[in-house]
């Protein structure tokens, strides 16, 4: 399986090396929230930590390829994300709402997350690239992914046994 990124973008070099000092600032920040709040084992992440890492890192490529700035790691969001993909995969379900009726919002309001807008996606997929590749495919989803209107993400990445790789994926404006 092949993959290809491509980017597009008017406004000179000033530009193109503004939206890269943005992006690298976005992966350096994930990757210090995203050990801290995934954990570390040895001083190496973790490899769902190292996922969870790279997953921020592609949300927030996109947006920086469409001029928006990068979302904030919320480390509760990322909690809620990580507990809501390995129920999924553990109770065999795949929805926005729980069996028991637990729609998002309900479960940000369980976590204590206050919120003025909150969008969720989720995606199945082969690797975290490829999971962030049909989210940006899906109109809905990429929606929720280039949000004017949020300010922070969480993202959970978990492995079902057939190597399956969950993405959930919860933003909220404040």
Sequence with gaps: MSAELVCQREGGAAEVKRLMRMVLLCLLAAAVVMAASAGVEGGTPSPQAA???????????????????????????????RDYAQDMIDRGYFSH??????????????YGVGF???????????????????????PAHRDNILGKEYAEVGIGVRYAADGSVYVVQVFVGL
């Design 97 to 110: 709402v729980s069996p028991e009726g637990e729609a998002f919002t309900d479960r940000l309001a369980r």
């Design 51 to 81: 996922d969870e890492e790279q997953a921020v890192a592609l949300l927030n490529a996109d947006r920086a390829a469409h001029g928006l700035p990068p979302l904030r790691i919320n480390p509760t969001l990322a909690v809620l994300a």
């Design 116 to 138: 003025r807008s909150a969008g969720e996606n989720l995606g199945v997929n082969g690797s975290v690239a490829a999971a962030e590749r049909m989210l940006m495919n899906s």
